[in-house]
C-alpha cells in the first residue's frame, strides 16, 4: 500500500460525498428535531456506513474472479467497441442532466430508532446502484493485492470521508446553535435544487473511466 493508491482512493472517497440523500436527511433531522438528533442522527449514518461497509467487504472477497472473469472479456474487440460506445454516450449524456427543480429527498416518515435504521438502509439502496467511485475504489484495491487488514482499513476510512460532511455541519450546529437556522434552510434549498448536478458528474467521471479502459483494447 502506498501514498499514490491512498490519494486515489481518497478521491473518490471525496467524490462519492456529493451523495446529496445523506447530507440532506441530516439537514432535515437538524432543523426539525430538536430533542434527541444527536441519537437518531449517528444511528442514521452508522447505518448508511455500515450498509456500504457490509457491501464493500462482500465485494472485496468475492471480487478476484469477477475481476479476472472481466479483464479476459474487455479484451475481445467487440466488447471493447461496445465499451468505449457506451462511456462515450455516458460521457455526453452528463452535460445534458438538468437539475431537478423542487426535488423531494427522503425524510423519515417519525423519529423513532427503527425509523432512523429504516430510512438509513433506504438512502443507501437506493443510492447503491450509483455509486461508481466506491466501486471503481474496490476494483482498484482488488487489483492491488493488498491484505485483508489493508484493505478493511481503506474501507473503514472511505465510509467515514463519505459521512464526513454532515458530521462537520453536525458540529456546526452545536457550536453556533440557532445561528445555524438561516443556513440549513439555505443548504436544503440548494440540495433539492441541484440535486441532478451530482449524478451529471458521476456519470461524466463513469464514462471517462469506461473509455480509458477500452482504448487498448480496440
Same mark, same amino acid.
Given at each position: 500500500?502506498? /501514498?499514490?493508491?491512498?490519494?486515489?482512493?481518497?478521491?473518490?472517497?471525496?467524490?462519492?460525498?456529493?451523495?446529496?440523500?445523506?447530507?440532506?436527511?441530516?439537514?432535515?433531522?437538524?432543523?426539525?428535531?430538536?430533542?434527541?438528533?444527536?441519537?437518531?442522527?449517528?444511528?442514521?449514518?452508522?447505518?448508511?456506513?455500515?450498509?456500504?461497509?457490509?457491501?464493500?467487504?462482500?465485494?472485496?472477497?468475492?471480487?478476484?474472479?469477477?475481476?479476472?472473469?472481466?479483464?479476459?472479456?474487455?479484451?475481445?474487440?467487440?466488447?471493447?467497441?461496445?465499451?468505449?460506445?457506451?462511456?462515450?454516450?455516458?460521457?455526453?449524456?452528463?452535460?445534458?442532466?438538468? /437539475?431537478?427543480?423542487?426535488?423531494?429527498?427522503?425524510?423519515?416518515?417519525?423519529?423513532?430508532?427503527?425509523?432512523?435504521?429504516?430510512?438509513?438502509?433506504?438512502?443507501?439502496?437506493?443510492?447503491?446502484?450509483?455509486?461508481?467511485?466506491?466501486?471503481? /475504489?474496490?476494483?482498484?484495491?482488488?487489483? @492491488?493485492?493488498?491484505?485483508?487488514? =489493508?484493505?478493511?482499513?481503506?474501507?473503514?476510512?472511505?465510509?467515514?470521508?463519505?459521512?464526513?460532511?454532515?458530521?462537520?455541519?453536525?458540529?456546526?450546529?452545536?457550536?453556533?446553535?440557532?445561528?445555524?437556522?438561516?443556513?440549513? =434552510?439555505?443548504?436544503?434549498?440548494?440540495?433539492? =435544487?441541484?440535486?441532478? @448536478?451530482?449524478?451529471?458528474?458521476?456519470?461524466?467521471?463513469?464514462?471517462?473511466?469506461?473509455?480509458?479502459?477500452?482504448?487498448?483494447?480496440?
Amino acid at each position: 500500500m502506498n /501514498a499514490e493508491l491512498l490519494l486515489l482512493i481518497g478521491g473518490l472517497a471525496l467524490l462519492d460525498t456529493l451523495s446529496p440523500s445523506t447530507l440532506g436527511v441530516t439537514v432535515y433531522l437538524l432543523l426539525t428535531d430538536k430533542w434527541k438528533v444527536t441519537q437518531r442522527l449517528f444511528i442514521y449514518l452508522i447505518t448508511v456506513a455500515g450498509f456500504y461497509f457490509s457491501i464493500g467487504v462482500f465485494l472485496m472477497l468475492g471480487l478476484d474472479f469477477l475481476f479476472d472473469a472481466f479483464s479476459g472479456i474487455i479484451q475481445n474487440r467487440i466488447v471493447s467497441w461496445t465499451i468505449f460506445i457506451v462511456g462515450s454516450i455516458l460521457f455526453i449524456v452528463s452535460f445534458f442532466i438538468p /437539475a431537478k427543480k423542487n426535488s423531494e429527498l427522503p425524510t423519515p416518515k417519525s423519529k423513532s430508532i427503527v425509523s432512523m435504521v429504516a430510512l438509513g438502509f433506504t438512502t443507501s439502496i437506493i443510492e447503491v446502484g450509483t455509486a461508481f467511485p466506491y466501486f471503481a /475504489a474496490i476494483g482498484i484495491m482488488t487489483s @492491488s493485492n493488498l491484505s485483508w487488514m =489493508e484493505w478493511s482499513a481503506i474501507l473503514a476510512g472511505y465510509n467515514f470521508i463519505m459521512v464526513l460532511p454532515p458530521l462537520m455541519l453536525f458540529l456546526l450546529y452545536l457550536m453556533i446553535g440557532k445561528k445555524m437556522q438561516k443556513p440549513l =434552510e439555505k443548504i436544503r434549498l440548494k440540495i433539492t =435544487e441541484h440535486s441532478g @448536478s451530482a449524478l451529471s458528474w458521476v456519470i461524466c467521471i463513469v464514462g471517462i473511466i469506461l473509455i480509458f479502459n477500452s482504448l487498448d483494447y480496440l
